[in-house]
């Protein structure tokens, strides 16, 4: 997890501002205790933005608010305890309570987050992540410690993964929207209600009980609303500043109420000055609007037109960027059916583009090769044909683990490997595959995140998903199915000719393809030493440069697959865009030499590979490892699909 840009835009809501329509901030009546974590070791990857984070938010609570603030850095699970108690007694209904009851305190966390049998933690200084119950801070516990102290406005705001598990409900709200029935009244029973009814509100920077990733566009979502409203109430509703501008901010964040809070109660903002709506049909949204489309064209990729679709969905030059996607796909396809020449890679060329540019000499090198266009080429149900798109993966012997020995992590120990012949697919699963399924099989197909499906990689599939799919696949082409699913017992077939996932060994295998074979000395799945943005989709922002990665665009999103060149092995996305399903129990590498290995036998996580469009180098190396429960999804998170050589 990495701490978000500004979050303390999204907890203004709750505080008074300046403004004729409502009071001056109180001197002594309104706190603020922030908690940040940056020096984790051991099992938890160090963090870099807590700290000066939290500085931040105490700052200008402090200078435009009147907030007396205090920070601490670093804190232990005793540390968390001991401040707490000092604010519950602060605020006492005693003579030592020093805290007026009508003031407002801001509680504020920011670090590692963890969930354990449904049960949500914030992980302090020298927690372990095995032992949450024991080291580290229990949402249903703290938040009734909270909700306990003599305040009454207290907001709390959570910036850690899984930090939806404060909300008392997470697993039973039907939505994550968050609306205050007291903003939707009048202006002047809002402000009553704001000085009247008692409030336990938070914000959450996940909604799912999630990942908060590397970066994310919920501040930016804050920002706008923030910059962009404009009302002759005079005030910005939580409930409007929600709904119109951090609803559509990824991941999709979280807020509501819990404990002692009353009905009535509302967080505002409140504009300093009155004017006009601002009317963005104008010059500045038409400029904005040219130098986006102008950037698209200098740079010149798919994967820059489709940014420009995402961003400006009702922009001057979109019907100009889906005809240029759509061409580049074309001669994309095209020239990957040219250099596999085979009459099988022209037929999928004219599956996917009937009317293609290249139509004409597809059907021609088909007819060449004495072969005849059958008629499903342009047929949606997926079949054999389609296995003439995999890959020829040719066995061999290689060192897995670190072999650049960049020494990231301690669970990439070289170890001699030898993986015999398989077929693996040149691209991730697409929504367009994988919706198929779902409309055949009757399942609720997985949300896009609001990026559109077609061509992306599918996302939010967990492993079981994924085997499901591909048994699913193996029916339709006619071929003994890999896996035997009872529940979530599963069971491979490896002398099966059908779909399956691949093991994290032939994956590693064919993702450090160097002059058209597998398991050579590279470092990323493109085949190339150094990671550049321009051509691999990964979070290449500056604060997380490598000695191996060039600075540069930072996406926030999967891109169609195929977007960017592939290996010499012809296979594309083996590093970013989205985290790839294994079969593999995740362990410890073995010391010995291993043939086709298949992980252990059992275990809590299942492989993942690649790293993704939301993470930062390290995990886009060929050696890096990841893992999950075979129960998440994620909107990092598809697979692609291997199947043996017989």
């Given at each position: 997890m ?18 004729p ?6 001197a ?5 205790l ?15 933005n807590?700290?000066k ?6 700052k200008?609570?402090?200078t435009?608010f ?7 850095e670093n804190?232990?699970l005793?540390?968390i ?9 602060r ?8 805290y ?12 590692h ?6 049960v949500?933690y914030?992980?302090?200084l ?6 949450p119950?024991t080291?580290?801070?229990?949402y ?5 410690r909270?909700?306990?102290i ?7 705001a ?11 409900n997470?697993?039973n709200?039907?939505?994550r929207?968050?609306s ?9 029973k809002?402000?009553?209600?704001h000085s009247?009814y ?9 909604g ?7 970066r994310?566009?919920?501040a930016?979502k ?14 910005l509703?939580?409930s ?5 501008y ?8 979280g ?5 002692a809070s009353?009905g009535?109660?509302s967080?505002?903002?409140f504009?300093?000055?009155k004017?006009?709506a601002?009317d ?6 038409l ?5 986006a ?7 010149g ?6 940014e420009?679709?995402?961003n400006?969905?009702?922009g001057?030059?979109?019907s ?12 994309l396809?095209?020239r ?7 009459p099988?890679?022209?037929?999928e ?5 009937p ?15 004495g ?6 080429t342009?047929d949606a ?26 020494k990231?992590?301690?669970n ?9 012949t ?16 779902c ?9 896009d995140?609001?990026w559109?499906?077609?061509?992306r ?5 967990n492993?079981?998903?994924a ?5 699913w696949?193996s ?11 009872n529940?979530?017992?599963v069971?491979a ?6 779909y ?5 060994a032939e994956w590693e295998y064919?993702a450090?393809a160097?002059?058209?074979?597998g398991?050579?000395k590279?470092?990323f ?16 922002s ?12 930072y ?10 060149s592939?290996n010499?092995?012809?296979l ?11 079969w593999?129990w ?6 010995s030499t291993?043939?086709d290995?298949k992980g252990p036998s059992?275990g809590?996580f299942?492989v ?5 469009w939301v993470n930062v180098?390290?995990y ?11 129960d998440?999804r994620?909107?990092n998170?598809?697979?692609?699909l ?5």
């Amino acid at each position: 997890m990495k701490t978000l840009l500004p979050l303390w835009l999204c907890i203004l809501a709750a505080l008074p501002a300046l403004s004729p329509t409502a009071p001056m901030p109180r001197a002594g009546q309104d706190y603020a205790l922030l908690f940040a974590v940056n020096d984790y070791s051991g099992k938890l990857m160090p963090l870099t933005n807590p700290i000066k984070n939290a500085r931040d938010i105490a700052k200008e609570l402090e200078t435009r608010f009147g907030f007396a603030t205090e920070v601490v850095e670093n804190p232990t699970l005793a540390d968390i305890d001991k401040k707490l108690k000092e604010y519950e007694d602060r605020f006492a209904r005693n003579i030592s309570g020093r805290y007026p009851s009508g003031g407002q305190l801001f509680i504020f966390f920011s670090g590692h987050g963890t969930v354990r049998y449904n049960v949500g933690y914030f992980l302090p200084l020298g927690a372990d992540p095995d032992s949450p119950n024991t080291t580290a801070l229990d949402y249903n516990f703290w938040r009734n410690r909270i909700d306990a102290i003599n305040c009454n406005h207290i907001l709390v705001a959570v910036d850690a993964c899984h930090s939806a598990t404060f909300d008392p409900n997470w697993q039973n709200r039907p939505d994550r929207h968050f609306s205050r029935p007291g903003e939707l009244s009048e202006k002047e029973k809002v402000i009553l209600n704001h000085s009247k009814y008692k409030s336990r509100f938070f914000f959450t920077s996940d909604g799912k009980g999630d990942q908060t990733p590397d970066r994310s566009s919920f501040a930016n979502k804050i920002l706008e609303g923030l910059r962009t409203h404009s009302s002759p109430s005079g005030f910005l509703t939580s409930s409007e500043l929600f709904a119109n501008y951090v609803e559509r901010a990824f991941p999709t964040p979280g807020g509501g109420d819990f404990g002692a809070s009353e009905g009535g109660a509302s967080f505002l903002f409140f504009h300093e000055t009155k004017g006009p709506a601002v009317d963005f049909k104008t010059s500045e949204q038409l400029r904005r609007d040219l130098e986006a489309w102008e950037n698209a064209q200098r740079i010149g990729t798919i994967a820059a037109y489709q940014e420009y679709l995402d961003n400006h969905p009702g922009g001057g030059f979109r019907s100009e960027a889906l005809e240029t996607i759509n061409n580049q796909q074309d001669e994309l396809q095209w020239r990957y059916a040219k250099a596999k020449d085979k009459p099988e890679a022209y037929r999928e060329y004219l599956r996917l583009f009937p009317a293609g540019r290249h139509a004409t000499e597809a059907k021609n090198a088909i007819d060449k090769a004495g072969t005849t266009l059958q008629s499903n080429t342009t047929d949606a149900t997926p079949d054999i044909a389609a296995l003439d798109r995999f890959i020829k993966i040719e066995g061999g012997t290689f060192q897995m683990g670190d072999i650049m020995g960049d020494k990231e992590y301690d669970n990439e120990t070289l170890h001699p490997v030898t993986v015999s012949t398989f077929y693996l697919s040149p691209y991730e699963v697409t929504f367009e595959e994988y919706d198929r399924y779902c409309e055949a099989a009757g399942k609720e197909k997985p949300s896009d995140q609001g990026w559109g499906r077609g061509k992306r990689p599918v996302i939010n599939v967990n492993w079981y998903d994924a085997v499901e799919y591909c048994n699913w696949r193996s029916q339709q082409a006619k071929l003994k199915p890999v896996y035997t699913i009872n529940g979530t017992n599963v069971s491979a077939d490896w002398s099966a000719n059908g779909y399956r996932l691949p093991t994290e060994a032939e994956w590693e295998y064919a993702a450090r393809a160097v002059n058209g074979k597998g398991g050579g000395k590279v470092r990323f799945g493109n085949g190339k030493d150094v990671a550049d943005p321009k051509e691999i989709n990964f979070d290449g922002s500056k604060e997380y440069k490598k000695p191996y990665s060039i600075v540069g665009e930072y996406r926030g999103k999967t891109t169609p697959v195929g977007s960017f060149s592939p290996n010499s092995l012809d296979l594309y996305d083996m590093s970013g865009n989205v985290w790839e399903w294994c079969w593999d129990w995740y362990g410890t590498y073995p010391t010995s030499t291993q043939a086709d290995p298949k992980g252990p036998s059992s275990g809590p996580f299942r492989v993942r590979r690649g790293g993704s469009w939301v993470n930062v180098p390290v995990y886009a190396r060929c050696a890096g490892r990841g893992n999950s429960t075979p129960d998440r999804r994620s909107y990092n998170l598809g697979f692609r699909l291997a199947r043996a050589a017989r």
